[in-house]
């Protein structure tokens, strides 16, 4: 009798273990499915895109967003940006979310339910800077939150994506200087075995492929040290940044503080050869021109613009509009300002957008 009862549990057990990993099998294809239709929905966008530019476009006025001329020489951290914050992420599917929920709790499966619109609607809408995170997956540098589960995306290929920025600054040639943040990514590896680390050589590639696309576009640290006559990046923040009459049509791409951009700083510590600027968090680094400060300390920020540091803070936090937030963020004076309730999301038509002032390019109070 109890070699029966142990034979129908061993064989209970088995039959569980063989419909999990049937249902993981099952969520690994589906969300694989849903990763492809996202690369392909791109593909599809840019060749739409590259059509609708070739049939007569007329370009927009960069004086609806602002009240200073790219013509003139307001130095780059006289003017105020309004950031989207994670500017590529889609919907993820519902099995994501559910399983985001099983391991996190419901409240943080509810925080992934936004998205933006293509970088070129939104920089057709004013916006000037972006946030990417960055991660490599058989050999493609891709934006996604969360691998796997949360890997909806409106830059599934990098390269579009960067393209999609070219195609629009062609057609714009005057255009504010787009400040781009790449945050690379190595956390939540293990959900998807496709996921490469990223080292010394792709980190090479990685500025090979800003330089192809992007070419006498892109403004670097060397192109900083030189306008100011500088040795270092220390004495060209002292000496100040260059105009808009010296920066429109350029591109600026900062690499977000962490593990990889360490990596990235040790290419070349003089950054002479490098493409993009480096930052710090909160406190500044040696060789670093911008900073990444989230939580809005006005002294703190001051501070580190009246040193001619490039700041970049946030106006809310998990997708919540903070009235004492935005304030403080707006007091602080730091000349990025990343949201996530921002007409460039998807699903929202009111949200913050461009307002005027004389001198200063800042966004209006959210309206609910």
Do not use: C
Request: zero cysteines; proline letters at 4%.
């Amino acid at each position: 009798m109890k070699r029966k009862i142990l034979k129908t549990t061993i064989r209970i057990l088995l039959a569980l273990v063989i419909v999990l990993a049937a249902a993981f099998g099952g969520l690994l294809i589906h969300f694989n499915l849903n990763h492809g239709r996202a690369l392909e929905a791109e593909i599809e966008y840019m060749k739409a895109l590259e059509a609708a530019y070739a049939g007569g476009y007329t370009p927009r006025d960069e004086g609806l967003f602002s009240d200073i001329s790219t013509g003139e020489a307001v130095p780059l951290n006289g003017v105020r940006y309004l950031a989207t914050h994670n500017s590529y992420k889609q919907y993820g599917s519902a099995a994501g979310k559910f399983m985001i929920s099983l391991v996190s709790g419901r409240q943080e499966a509810e925080l992934l339910k936004y998205a933006y619109r293509r970088l070129n609607d939104q920089l057709e809408q004013g916006i000037r800077s972006f946030e990417l995170d960055i991660r490599l997956r058989k050999g493609v540098f891709e934006a996604v939150h969360v691998p796997l589960v949360d890997n909806m995306s409106n830059v599934m290929d990098l390269d579009l994506g960067l393209r999609e920025l070219r195609l629009f600054s062609d057609h714009h040639p005057d255009h504010f200087p787009v400040i781009t943040i790449f945050e690379f990514k190595d956390d939540w590896m293990f959900l998807d075995p496709a996921l490469q680390e990223i080292g010394d050589e792709e980190l090479r590639l990685f500025d090979a492929m800003l330089n192809r696309i992007f070419g006498d576009k892109l403004y670097v640290p060397a192109d900083f040290l030189a306008d100011t006559g500088s040795a270092s990046l220390e004495e060209a923040l002292a000496k100040g940044w260059p105009g808009l009459n010296r920066l429109a049509g350029k591109f600026i791409f900062v690499m977000h503080p962490g593990p990889i951009a360490a990596r990235y700083a040790a290419l070349d510590a003089s950054q002479h050869s490098l493409s993009m600027f480096q930052a710090s968090d909160d406190v500044p680094g040696p060789g670093t021109a911008f900073i990444i400060y989230n939580e809005p300390d006005v002294d703190a920020i001051q501070a580190l613009i009246g040193k001619g540091y490039m700041v970049r803070t946030r106006l809310d936090d998990l997708l919540v509009f903070d009235p004492d937030r935005y304030q403080r963020a707006m007091e602080s004076g730091a000349q990025i300002l990343s949201s996530d309730l921002t007409l460039g999301r998807l699903d929202m038509e009111q949200g913050y957008t461009w307002l005027t002032q004389p001198g200063l390019t800042v966004v209006r109070n959210w309206v609910y």
